[in-house]
């Protein structure tokens, strides 16, 4: 048996047998033999496209029957939803919050000059920091990730809206976690439209934008295992 093919099947055994939990902050394999079994057509059963991974969310630690096999971002969107209140709610708020901003001219004319005297900090600090630090501020204040082609490359930019907590970093601006922080923009031609938002919450914000019932046709398809259980 070659390396490929131990892997496979290595693979496979576990699609069948074990289940990824999180315990004390770690993540772990645990035996779960009754897990739904893995989609014939190894596609996501939320969007429908088949990944390279493919894991198994689950909602009930005492039944892990329940539970839905999602590409990676549509797993963290599924994740968000179960843990966090209204999150969808939350968003489209803050979203509909920022796109009214922009249709008033006066009000926008005076955030803009708070924006700006924010990023004239960063400016400041960038000139003082060197290493990874200056690499950090550099990054918040000028990078941009986007999608071109089908591929993420990373564009120089200098409208972003700047967090609301000032010049260092703050939180989630979504679920308020203190984590490493990335810009959210929800129109290419005004990028000050965007949010500071976690890496699970960039994945979650992303869905919502292109799926606006996304929360709905979740707890739909949830609700279905719940009753086919």
């Given at each position: 048996?070659d390396?490929?093919?131990?892997?496979?099947?290595?693979?496979?055994y576990?699609?069948?047998?074990?289940?990824?939990?999180?315990?004390?902050?770690?993540?772990?394999y645990?035996?779960?033999?009754?897990?739904?079994?893995?989609?014939e057509?190894?596609a996501c059963e939320?969007?429908?496209?088949?990944p390279?991974?493919?894991p198994?969310?689950?909602?009930?630690?005492?039944?892990f029957s329940?539970?839905?096999y999602?590409?990676p971002p549509?797993h963290t969107f599924?994740?968000?939803?179960?843990?966090?209140?209204?999150?969808?709610a939350?968003y489209l708020k803050l979203r509909?919050d920022l796109d009214?901003?922009?249709?008033?001219p006066?009000?926008l004319?005076?955030v803009?000059e708070?924006w700006?005297a924010?990023w004239d900090e960063v400016?400041r600090?960038l000139?003082?920091r060197?290493?990874r630090?200056?690499?950090r501020?550099?990054?918040?204040?000028?990078?941009?990730g986007?999608?071109?082609?089908g591929?993420?490359?990373?564009?120089?930019?200098e409208?972003?809206?700047?967090?609301?907590?000032?010049?260092?970093?703050g939180?989630?601006?979504?679920?308020?976690?203190?984590k490493e922080?990335?810009?959210?923009?929800w129109?290419d031609?005004?990028?000050s439209?965007?949010?500071?938002v976690?890496r699970?919450?960039h994945?979650?914000?992303?869905?919502?934008?292109?799926?606006p019932?996304?929360?709905q046709?979740?707890?739909?398809?949830?609700?279905h295992?719940?009753?086919?259980?």
């Amino acid at each position: 048996m070659d390396k490929e093919e131990h892997n496979t099947k290595k693979r496979d055994y576990r699609r069948k047998n074990y289940i990824m939990l999180k315990r004390n902050g770690k993540l772990i394999y645990q035996r779960a033999e009754d897990r739904r079994p893995w989609p014939e057509d190894d596609a996501c059963e939320f969007c429908g496209l088949v990944p390279k991974k493919l894991p198994y969310h689950h909602w009930d630690d005492n039944d892990f029957s329940k539970g839905l096999y999602l590409c990676p971002p549509h797993h963290t969107f599924a994740e968000l939803v179960d843990n966090i209140p209204d999150v969808s709610a939350k968003y489209l708020k803050l979203r509909a919050d920022l796109d009214d901003l922009f249709a008033n001219p006066v009000v926008l004319c005076l955030v803009q000059e708070e924006w700006t005297a924010v990023w004239d900090e960063v400016d400041r600090l960038l000139s003082s920091r060197t290493g990874r630090e200056h690499n950090r501020y550099w990054h918040r204040r000028y990078r941009l990730g986007a999608t071109v082609n089908g591929k993420l490359v990373h564009l120089k930019v200098e409208n972003k809206r700047p967090h609301p907590g000032g010049s260092e970093q703050g939180a989630c601006e979504l679920c308020d976690c203190f984590k490493e922080l990335g810009y959210h923009h929800w129109d290419d031609n005004e990028l000050s439209k965007g949010l500071w938002v976690c890496r699970s919450c960039h994945d979650f914000a992303e869905t919502i934008d292109h799926i606006p019932d996304a929360e709905q046709k979740y707890l739909e398809l949830k609700r279905h295992i719940e009753e086919a259980g």
